[in-house]
């Protein structure tokens, strides 16, 4: 997988693809990285990468051509890979969209600056535009760290434990169960004993229980498209007829 990224802000991204997992992947051939700065592709004196917005206004935009020149002279001329826009205004982000990326070859990130840019960009060069989420961060560049993140981890291999990505949170669609390392007393607080008591068939029956109801508690939309098995109709079903006896008590 080779991800492009192209920014005014090289800098940033540096420290944390040269680190943990991402390094690691990196090292093992299973993702490269490469980092354009926008501005090499400014062609006048100062090397400028926005301009005044037409029509007046406070803020700066990013320009149109220094970002035509970089994309296209890295990628072809049209791009031959997806070129994603990373912009509060995109499609949110989830594990789906992490998923369907991973499958590709190569992706080219355009992270943004200022307070936006040249319309003609989203229009005529971007093939997708991604949001990480209803706020408002003052660039791209962590947006794409965010989705590099979350899609190298999906390659197989990146992880220790192969099977790691699909245990996980959102894959499908249920939250993780509570985890626990020693101590196994900490201020009174006990580690659960049937963690402890060494029957996997049993552990594996409750880290199933505990992320169907912290899912059903917490986040109610996953709930729903979530597949229940039979055992796991059973015992919700046991929970809610505990839940009314209680409260008929
Ligand atoms: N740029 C600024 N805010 C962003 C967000 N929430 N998602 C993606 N890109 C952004």
């Not at 006990?190 to 029957?199: C, F, K, T």
């Amino acid at each position: 997988m080779l991800f492009d990224i192209f920014t005014v802000l090289p800098e940033v991204l540096f420290p944390y693809l040269q680190a943990s997992i991402l390094q690691r992947a990196h090292e093992a051939g299973l993702v490269e990285y490469q980092i354009h700065n926008i501005r090499d592709w400014a062609t006048d004196k100062h090397h400028t990468t926005d301009d005044e917005p037409y029509g007046g206004g406070g803020g700066m935009v990013m320009k149109v051509e220094p970002i035509f020149a970089a994309v296209e002279d890295v990628l072809g001329k049209p791009p031959a890979c997806p070129v994603i826009l990373m912009t509060p205004q995109g499609r949110v982000f989830n594990q789906q969209i992490a998923r369907e990326l991973a499958e590709q070859p190569r992706i080219a990130f355009l992270a943004g600056r200022y307070e936006g840019l040249d319309e003609r960009v989203r229009r005529h060069l971007v093939t997708d535009e991604i949001s990480i989420g209803d706020y408002v961060l003052t660039g791209g560049e962590l947006p794409a760290l965010v989705l590099i993140d979350a899609i190298t981890r999906l390659l197989p291999g990146a992880l220790g434990d192969a099977e790691a990505p699909m245990k996980d949170s959102h894959a499908e669609s249920l939250l993780e169960y509570p985890h626990y390392t020693r101590p196994a007393n900490f201020r009174g607080w006990e580690v659960p004993e049937i963690l402890r008591s060494g029957n996997h068939a049993l552990v594996e029956r409750w880290r199933r229980e505990q992320s169907l109801l912290r899912t059903r508690e917490r986040r109610p939309d996953l709930f729903e498209k979530a597949e229940l098995t039979k055992k796991d109709r059973e015992f919700l079903a046991k929970i809610e007829a505990n839940q009314q006896e209680a409260e008929s008590e």
